[in-house]
């Protein structure tokens, strides 16, 4: 683990109403590394994740107190701008959300907000990230058609690229396999263990085999705090709590 | 037993139908009978000459140019008010927040306001403004009457937009006035329906026009001629009691079903188009 990792939280409390459902997280997300977090439904897991690029912004009622450092800057410090922050993360959602427009345009839309308007460059990285998704043989002939004609696995491979495309630092999945079948799900984590050489990657899953066929790192949460925290052989076959112990038993058996 | 009760039911839904679709056809027939020994190229293409209105030479071009101004302007107007306000509810207000409340509060409210009032209140505002009844006064009243159908109709699209869409734009480090051409997109539809609904419904009503358009026999130029209108003109020759205005009146009702059906029709073409993109 490095001295400044690029996520790193501290102390960090966030209530929906008078619902505390983070409590006093604490945690150094370990570099170009995957990190999964696990626990059961409606533990935090994922409120926990979007607290990363402040996803919980447009929601009433949600208070956050702490810090989480992103390169060593609190992105809830005020007059920090959420952008900047945003666009050091990529995200993949339980289900594909492609933009209503082409496949094209979909990896396109990020560069071009950050200023990419050159169609050459914009062709360049459109094949790059396609590529890099393993989508580009399957969708060279059709670029310019609507996206939401690919297949729900080829939608969420076309999610990552655009994600990709704004040259993020990390990528965050929300359990980004949960609306796949097994053959997608398997070209997703293939593509996540040859991304986590750039990228640090943080998974959310309710899959215990997931997580160990997936990450380097383990985080146990329960009931709105971290029980546990290390390398993933070590957590799920040697637990230290009790909790852990308890929710990775049927993992084992 | 339980399948005589779904039969039952099912004959119900039938017969409910059927009174629909027949009703649309009864009405369509009635005019077109009625209306089609009147209709000829004169009505459509002249305005009234001399003595149009005992029956002689003459046509209703006067009245199809102000109705075709009133809708459209009313719309566009309503269009260019409403849509910054649906996009502030939908983007801009968190989910929930009072603000959204009383303001959908207010536009259900001011949905079920009767347009005879609307034309009401548009005439107290064209008193106070000294103006007099025009095209202008019609577009400020009927504008008034389209923008609660026009917001209701995007609002209830942009409600359907989910929230995970506007997130991908938002992870991607877009900023809410670049997420606001994914909401414009993804409810393109709605905004169309929108626009066209209110159109239709602008075209169509009389009572807020009846103070503040006026009526006349020449075409309109400017925003403070009098706009004479398809439904005014329909109740003006209805109510003579010669009977070849009286046809003139079912010919007028022809024409104004017939633009009404035309931007029905090209609404359900363009919805088509729209949606190819839409998630």
Same mark, same amino acid.
């Given at each position: 683990?490095?001295?400044?990792?690029?996520?790193?939280?501290?102390?960090?409390?966030?209530?929906?109403?008078?619902?505390?459902?983070?409590?006093?997280?604490?945690?150094?997300?370990?570099?170009?590394?995957?990190?999964?977090?696990?626990?059961?439904?409606?533990?935090?897991?994922?409120?926990?994740?979007?607290?990363?690029?402040?996803?919980?912004?447009?929601?009433?009622?949600?208070?956050?107190?702490?810090?989480?450092?992103?390169?060593?800057?609190?992105?809830?410090?005020?007059?920090?701008?959420?952008?900047?922050?945003?666009?050091?993360?990529?995200?993949?959602?339980?289900?594909?959300?492609?933009?209503?427009?082409?496949?094209?345009?979909?990896?396109?839309?990020?560069?071009?907000?950050?200023?990419?308007?050159?169609?050459?460059?914009?062709?360049?990285?459109?094949?790059?990230?396609?590529?890099?998704?393993?989508?580009?043989?399957?969708?060279?002939?059709?670029?310019?058609?609507?996206?939401?004609?690919?297949?729900?696995?080829?939608?969420?491979?076309?999610?990552?690229?655009?994600?990709?495309?704004?040259?993020?630092?990390?990528?965050?999945?929300?359990?980004?396999?949960?609306?796949?079948?097994?053959?997608?799900?398997?070209?997703? &984590? !293939? +593509?996540? /263990?040859?991304? $986590? =050489?750039?990228? @640090?990657?943080?998974? #959310?899953?309710?899959? *215990?085999?997931?997580?160990?066929?997936?990450?380097?790192?383990?985080?146990?949460?329960?009931?709105?705090?971290?029980?546990?925290?290390?390398?993933? &052989? !070590? +957590?799920? /076959?040697?637990? $230290? =709590?009790?909790? @852990?112990?308890?929710? #990775?038993?049927?993992? *084992?058996? | 037993?339980?399948?005589?009760?779904?039969?039952?039911?099912?004959?119900?839904?039938?017969?409910?139908?059927?009174?629909?679709?027949?009703?649309?056809?009864?009405?369509?027939?009635?005019?077109?009978?009625?209306?089609?020994?009147?209709?000829?190229?004169?009505?459509?293409?002249?305005?009234?000459?001399?003595?149009?209105?005992?029956?002689?030479?003459?046509?209703?071009?006067?009245?199809?140019?102000?109705?075709?101004?009133?809708?459209?302007?009313?719309?566009?107007?309503?269009?260019?008010?409403?849509?910054?306000?649906?996009?502030?509810?939908?983007?801009?207000?968190?989910?929930?927040?009072?603000?959204?409340?009383?303001?959908?509060?207010?536009?259900?409210?001011?949905?079920?306001?009767?347009?005879?009032?609307?034309?009401?209140?548009?005439?107290?505002?064209?008193?106070?403004?000294?103006?007099?009844?025009?095209?202008?006064?019609?577009?400020?009243?009927?504008?008034?009457?389209?923008?609660?159908?026009?917001?209701?109709?995007?609002?209830?699209?942009?409600?359907?937009?989910?929230?995970?869409?506007?997130?991908?734009?938002?992870?991607?480090?877009?900023?809410?006035?670049?997420?606001?051409?994914?909401?414009?997109?993804?409810?393109?539809?709605?905004?169309?329906?929108?626009?066209?609904?209110?159109?239709?419904?602008?075209?169509?009503?009389?009572?807020?026009?009846?103070?503040?358009?006026?009526?006349?026999?020449?075409?309109?130029?400017?925003?403070?001629?009098?706009?004479?209108?398809?439904?005014?003109?329909?109740?003006?020759?209805?109510?003579?009691?010669?009977?070849?205005?009286?046809?003139?009146?079912?010919?007028?009702?022809?024409?104004?079903?017939?633009?009404?059906?035309?931007?029905?029709?090209?609404?359900?073409?363009?919805?088509?188009?729209?949606?190819?993109?839409?998630?």
């Amino acid at each position: 683990m490095t001295d400044n990792p690029h996520i790193s939280v501290q102390n960090l409390n966030l209530y929906y109403g008078a619902n505390h459902a983070l409590k006093n997280i604490s945690i150094n997300i370990p570099d170009k590394k995957v990190t999964s977090f696990i626990g059961p439904s409606g533990c935090g897991k994922t409120t926990l994740l979007k607290t990363f690029n402040r996803l919980h912004d447009s929601l009433t009622d949600v208070r956050v107190e702490g810090k989480v450092l992103v390169d060593g800057e609190n992105i809830y410090d005020k007059g920090i701008e959420v952008t900047h922050i945003r666009k050091k993360m990529g995200l993949l959602s339980q289900r594909p959300f492609p933009l209503p427009m082409s496949i094209f345009d979909n990896i396109a839309y990020g560069p071009r907000i950050h200023g990419t308007r050159n169609k050459k460059q914009l062709q360049v990285i459109v094949e790059q990230q396609l590529r890099d998704v393993a989508l580009w043989d399957e969708v060279k002939d059709r670029l310019y058609s609507p996206a939401v004609r690919l297949s729900i696995g080829q939608q969420q491979r076309l999610c990552l690229a655009r994600g990709l495309a704004v040259s993020p630092e990390i990528i965050l999945g929300d359990e980004p396999t949960s609306a796949l079948d097994p053959k997608s799900t398997q070209k997703i &984590e !293939e +593509l996540f /263990l040859q991304l $986590k =050489e750039k990228y @640090t990657i943080i998974l #959310v899953t309710h899959i *215990l085999r997931q997580a160990r066929r997936m990450s380097d790192f383990i985080v146990f949460v329960f009931n709105g705090e971290i029980i546990e925290f290390g390398p993933t &052989e !070590e +957590l799920l /076959l040697n637990p $230290k =709590e009790e909790l @852990t112990k308890d929710y #990775v038993k049927g993992f *084992l058996s | 037993m339980r399948k005589l009760e779904e039969n039952i039911f099912k004959i119900l839904m039938i017969i409910a139908s059927a009174l629909v679709v027949g009703s649309f056809f009864l009405i369509v027939f009635t005019i077109v009978k009625k209306g089609l020994p009147a209709m000829n190229l004169d009505m459509i293409t002249k305005t009234p000459e001399r003595g149009f209105y005992i029956g002689k030479e003459g046509g209703i071009l006067n009245v199809i140019i102000g109705s075709l101004y009133l809708a459209l302007g009313s719309s566009l107007l309503a269009l260019l008010v409403s849509l910054p306000i649906v996009i502030y509810i939908n983007l801009y207000l968190k989910t929930g927040s009072w603000l959204g409340s009383v303001t959908r509060l207010s536009y259900d409210v001011l949905f079920g306001i009767p347009s005879i009032v609307y034309g009401a209140f548009g005439f107290t505002i064209m008193i106070y403004f000294g103006l007099k009844a025009s095209l202008l006064g019609g577009i400020i009243a009927v504008t008034l009457l389209v923008i609660p159908i026009m917001i209701r109709t995007m609002d209830e699209v942009m409600r359907t937009v989910p929230k995970e869409l506007l997130d991908a734009s938002y992870t991607l480090g877009a900023t809410r006035l670049e997420t606001v051409k994914i909401l414009l997109r993804q409810s393109a539809v709605g905004i169309l329906t929108a626009i066209l609904l209110s159109f239709g419904r602008a075209i169509g009503d009389a009572a807020s026009v009846m103070f503040t358009a006026g009526f006349s026999d020449n075409i309109t130029t400017s925003l403070t001629d009098p706009a004479p209108t398809l439904p005014l003109a329909i109740f003006f020759q209805l109510s003579s009691p010669i009977e070849e205005v009286q046809a003139r009146a079912y010919a007028s009702a022809l024409v104004l079903t017939i633009i009404v059906l035309l931007i029905s029709i090209s609404a359900r073409i363009l919805t088509k188009r729209f949606s190819k993109n839409k998630i």
